[in-house]
């Protein structure tokens, strides 16, 4: 693995499911985010992780929960999904945390979730 | 709270022209400020930065400024080449922390 990367590439997802989308770094950072980008719309945060153990909620959280077990991973879960839901979700993850200079936030490449 | 107006949405140049895209935030505890480039079905990558102690920033045909008073920044791009064709987006917040806020997008194409 070299950087962060995202699992699934794309997924078409039935209105009720559970769905769980992955995100995974190998550049230790203690930073990590997860957007959603919707046309006309930028780039929306959804939830943030600070380091470890911990994370918070960003402008669009509603219908989404995250966890931070270790370092590396941070899985977006959406449980039981809607239309609206429909978007192309980034993972994003930085160095720094609270009260510490943040640098560079790096993205993902992408997950492509249909919500029928 | 806090918010990232940018304008244009979208902006069509010719080759060689220049491009202006401009960015206001409403927290005045933002003191970074990126731009992100995002070509089509590719995700977001940095370009350039602005911290709130400088006021202007460039890198080769691409600058930022920043005026914090007035609580605006712009990227200016010189020369413009189609490989530019692309969404920009800006993003501000603090440098200590924070969430990173972003602009709506603005959508630059430009024509040979």
């Known amino acids: 693995i070299a950087g962060i990367t995202q699992a699934p590439t794309s997924q078409i997802l039935a209105a009720g499911r559970r769905m769980t989308l992955r995100c995974t770094q190998d550049m230790r950072h203690n930073a990590m985010y997860w957007y959603r980008q919707d046309l006309g719309l930028g780039l929306r945060l959804i939830h943030y992780?600070?380091?470890?153990?911990?994370?918070g909620k960003g402008e669009v959280p509603d219908g989404y929960s995250v966890s931070r077990a270790n370092t590396d991973d941070f899985p977006l879960t959406l449980a039981s999904a809607v239309p609206s839901q429909t978007s192309v979700y980034f993972c994003?993850?930085?160095?720094?945390?609270?009260?510490?200079?943040?640098?560079?936030?790096?993205f993902g490449p992408g997950t492509r979730l249909t919500v029928l | 709270g806090e918010n990232v107006e940018q304008h244009p949405s979208t902006l069509s140049v010719q080759e060689g022209d220049s491009a202006v895209i401009k960015c206001t935030y409403s927290d005045s505890a933002s003191n970074y400020f990126p731009w992100y480039k995002q070509e089509l079905g590719k995700r977001p990558q940095l370009i350039i930065d602005?911290?709130?102690?400088?006021g202007e920033k460039k890198d080769q045909r691409i600058a930022v400024t920043l005026n914090k008073t007035a609580k605006h920044f712009s990227l200016h791009i010189t020369e413009t080449q189609p490989e530019d064709s692309a969404v920009y987006f800006c993003?501000?917040?603090?440098?200590?922390?924070?969430?990173?806020?972003f602009g709506q997008g603005t959508e630059l194409s430009v024509k040979p």
């Open positions: 993003a501000a917040r603090p440098l200590w922390g924070g969430k990173l806020i």
């Open positions: 992780s600070n380091t470890a153990g911990t994370t």
């Open positions: 994003a993850s930085s160095t720094g945390t609270s009260g510490r200079e943040v640098g560079e936030q790096f």
């Open positions: 602005i911290r709130s102690n400088v």
